[in-house]
């Protein structure tokens, strides 16, 4: 299983970012998936998530109208659009799968959780 993410660096204020994350090794479409980010000093938060069929997001406040997640099951990747970035923007941002299995199949919530973490990329910001 790996999840690879890429298209950090290092942006100035106001600019834009697209993260990318490779999942392979596990059935993509079977798992929401997650951006999260953790900057020095504090602790990992939740950024953005996506349904396993992309039909629903989730966002942070702190990045609602500026950020945007993505999902392409065909070719196992899933996006984070990130514009308008901040100084405070700057983290290292990690992709994160998570799948439900009830009795063998894929479910919703409950029976066995699977997930899976990237290595993480980071992202700069300077003001």
């Known amino acids: 299983v790996q999840l690879v993410e890429s298209g950090g660096g290092l942006v100035q204020a106001g600019e834009s970012l697209r993260l990318s994350c490779a999942a392979s090794g596990f059935t993509f479409s079977s798992y929401a998936m997650s951006w999260y980010r953790q900057a020095p000093g504090k602790e990992r938060e939740l950024v953005a998530s996506?349904?396993?069929?992309?039909?629903?997001?989730n966002y942070a406040d702190s990045v609602k109208g500026r950020f945007t997640i993505s999902r392409d099951n065909a070719k196992a990747t899933v996006y984070l659009q990130m514009n308008s970035l901040k100084p405070e923007d700057t983290a290292v941002y990690y992709c994160?799968?998570?799948?439900?299995?009830?009795?063998?199949?894929?479910?919703?919530?409950?029976?066995?959780?699977?997930?899976?973490w990237g290595q993480g990329t980071q992202v700069t910001v300077s003001s």
């Open positions: 994160y799968a998570l799948g439900h299995y009830c009795s063998g199949y894929v479910c919703d919530d409950g029976g066995l959780r699977v997930e899976f």
């Open positions: 996506i349904t396993r069929a992309g039909g629903s997001t």
